[in-house]
């Protein structure tokens, strides 16, 4: 079936350094998606989203690309610090008016100080 | 304000034991969810509650039951719990009717749950 799914799941990288979290996805209907960050014992928590209509969005440090020829998602954390060590998972909703909201595996980031 | 919340934080039943998880939201949000997270997994949708007075399965409802008591509350029921439901279960809840292409859910701590 389709699902939202990840090319990596663990990685780490140097505090400082930039990170990039990828993200495949198969559902082509799919319009709007998010990026959480879950750290250990809490709850997933918003980063970013996106929709289909753009390509590029911009937060505090972190920036999402959305290419949607080659249904790809990617999170880039900018001078990454050892509070952005967490679990990355990006998620979907299939479609206007859909309420289920699929979520990949997830990648751990680990950031080496 | 509390955002969403949910009890107990852990909970060990035995097989065939039943058992309610809470959750509250404070947002005066219109939609609820249910998911449950397994060791390496991402969430995966139990059940939710598009608007009050209305619930709907997810990806994975077998063994679940929900009831959307008002506004605020969304709980989830094991009415034989077995070792297959050992998760953490995540209550989130979002408002579609604000922004409706926004469909951001916020989740709440967790409940932990082993059953032996």
């Known amino acids: 079936g389709e699902s939202v799914g990840l090319h990596l799941p663990t990685l780490s990288v140097q505090e400082g350094d930039n990170s990039i979290i990828n993200c495949a996805y198969s559902?082509?209907?799919?319009?709007?998606f998010i990026w959480y960050k879950q750290e250990s014992g809490k709850g997933p928590q918003f980063i970013i989203d996106?929709?289909?209509?753009?390509d590029k969005r911009q937060g505090q440090r972190v920036t999402v690309l959305l290419n949607k020829t080659v249904k790809h998602l990617s999170l880039q954390i900018a001078a990454t610090q050892p509070g952005d060590s967490a679990v990355y998972f990006c998620?979907?909703?299939?479609?206007?008016?859909?309420?289920?909201?699929?979520f990949g595996k997830g990648t751990k980031l680990s950031v080496i100080p | 304000n509390a955002g969403v919340t949910q009890t107990p934080k852990f909970q060990v039943l035995k097989t065939g034991q039943s058992m309610t998880l809470q959750c509250a939201q404070d947002?005066?949000?219109?939609?609820m969810y249910w998911y449950r997270q397994d060791p390496g997994m991402g969430l995966r949708l139990i059940y939710y509650?598009?608007?009050?007075?209305?619930?709907d399965k997810g990806e994975v409802p077998n063994g679940y039951n929900v009831s959307r008591l008002n506004k605020r509350e969304f709980s989830l029921r094991l009415e034989s719990a077995a070792p297959s439901q050992t998760s953490v279960y995540f209550c989130?809840?979002?408002?579609?009717?604000?922004?409706?292409?926004?469909?951001?859910?916020?989740f709440g701590p967790g409940t932990r749950l082993t059953v032996l």
């Open positions: 989130a809840s979002s408002d579609r009717l604000i922004e409706p292409l926004r469909r951001e859910q916020f």
């Open positions: 559902n082509s209907a799919s319009d709007y």
């Open positions: 996106i929709r289909s209509n753009m």
């Open positions: 998620a979907d909703f299939s479609g206007a008016g859909s309420y289920q909201l699929t």
């Open positions: 947002m005066n949000h219109n939609s």
């Open positions: 509650s598009a608007s009050e007075g209305t619930t």
